[in-house]
């Protein structure tokens, strides 16, 4: 079966969602349509040439009304609302909400009730989506019949949500603190600027590329939606100026005295094991751009590793902001797409 999916804005994360697809890693998806408020010809074109990735490693051109990304065609959309956006037209059945301007559920859901799509991915910690799901800890509880617009939340949460999986899983966990050091974004700005910053933090406003800038608003505690067993928990995220490759640490106090050498065999184990592809394992000394082009949610760095004789353990894992988070929502919208409920049909489209 193929899943068709849609993708409303083709910045980092659409860009890598489709750069993935062409490669073929996942066989079960195509890319039916996309929506961006960009030109056809500027879109090709983001697509062709990457300051980080490098070229597109194949053809892109714009033909009209679609995207050809080798000899696939994709028509691409140009609509401002979600509720705009005729997806049904073109046969998706998946639409990954990848603007960062929709991450409430109630305007994500009208992809789904305008636009006649069947599910939705959002590609953020959203504001009230029917569920969460990260990858390789609550995943399997998608409920198809309850859940149309769902999220991953974010690719700090999910690289923190494995590394936290296994300790809770082999050690028992609690007291947990984390802290996530996250390559630069799009949003930011290259001079400092006082207005349209996101969120209303001033901060954010800063030249990206001169500090370490605290980001409050990240929702670090969705680690507990998918795992509730570790309680509550204290976290932090910081904005740094490198292009790719971000850094997730997470210390806490385990059931009984572990050894850093334990701790490190039950990663390698998970990273061989039920957690493959999810989390990955490199005792080969890492930075940060070692990571970029790594589809795991979390490569796990052994020599980050610390116990102490009471049970306190730290942690360390590296990760590909958008490469592997996007990697998670295609794993996500196969989920969705391939288990669409017996009977359900797209409804008709209609401009609000
Ligand atoms: N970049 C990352 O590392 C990363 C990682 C995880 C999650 N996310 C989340 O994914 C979302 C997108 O992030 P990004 O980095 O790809 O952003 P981006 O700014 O690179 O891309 C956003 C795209 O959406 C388009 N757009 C803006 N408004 C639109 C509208 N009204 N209708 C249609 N298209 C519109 C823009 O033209 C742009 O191409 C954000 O919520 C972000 O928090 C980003």
Same mark, same amino acid.
């Given at each position: ?9 083709? *910045? ?45 490693? +194949? ?106 999986? /296994? ?12 802290? /996530? ?22 901060? !954010?406003?800063?030249? +990206? +590329? ?14 507990? /939606?998918?795992?509730?067993?570790? *309680? ?18 997470l210390s806490g106090q385990t059931g009984r005295p572990v050894t850093a050498e334990e701790v490190n065999r039950a990663m390698a184990e998970a990273a061989a094991g039920? !957690?493959?592809?999810? !989390? ?18 979390? !490569? ?20 590909d902001n958008e490469w592997g988070f996007s990697n998670r929502l295609l794993d996500l919208a196969c989920l969705v797409g391939e288990r669409l409920p017996v009977g359900?049909?797209? /409804? ?5």
């Amino acid at each position: 079966m193929t899943v068709a999916i849609g993708i409303n804005g083709l *910045g980092r994360i659409g860009r890598s969602l489709t750069r993935i697809v062409a490669a073929m890693p996942h066989p079960g998806v195509e890319i039916a349509a996309v929506n961006d408020i960009a030109p056809t010809e500027k879109l090709a074109y983001g697509l062709r040439r990457d300051s980080v990735r490098g070229s597109f490693p +194949g053809t892109v051109t714009a033909r009209g009304d679609y995207l050809v990304v080798n000899d696939h065609a994709i028509r691409a959309f140009h609509h401002e609302r979600p509720e705009r956006i005729p997806w049904a037209e073109h046969g998706v059945d998946v639409v990954i909400e990848a603007t960062g301007r929709f991450r409430a559920g109630s305007t994500a859901r009208k992809h789904i009730t305008h636009g006649g799509a069947r599910k939705v991915v959002i590609s953020a910690s959203a504001d009230d989506p029917d569920a969460f799901l990260i990858y390789g800890a609550n995943h399997a509880s998608y409920d198809p019949v309850v859940h149309d617009v769902v999220s991953p939340a974010s690719c700090g949460v999910n690289a923190l949500t494995v590394m936290a999986k /296994v300790l809770l899983d082999r050690f028992g966990l609690r007291s947990v603190n984390t802290s /996530v050091i996250l390559a630069a974004q799009g949003w930011q700005r290259v001079q400092d600027a006082a207005v349209d910053t996101s969120r209303d933090d001033p901060r !954010l406003g800063r030249a +990206g +590329g001169e500090s370490i800038i605290p980001h409050n608003y990240v929702v670090g505690d969705l680690v507990r /939606v998918a795992l509730p067993e570790i *309680g509550e928990m204290r976290y932090s995220y910081y904005c740094v100026p490198t292009p790719i490759g971000s850094l997730a640490e997470l210390s806490g106090q385990t059931g009984r005295p572990v050894t850093a050498e334990e701790v490190n065999r039950a990663m390698a184990e998970a990273a061989a094991g039920p !957690l493959r592809g999810i !989390l990955a394992y490199d005792p080969d000394p890492t930075v940060s751009i070692d990571v970029k082009n790594n589809a795991a949610s979390c !490569l796990f760095d052994p020599s980050g590793t610390q116990a102490t004789a009471d049970g306190g353990v730290k942690v360390r894992g590296w990760f590909d902001n958008e490469w592997g988070f996007s990697n998670r929502l295609l794993d996500l919208a196969c989920l969705v797409g391939e288990r669409l409920p017996v009977g359900s049909s797209r /409804v008709s489209w209609s401009v609000a």
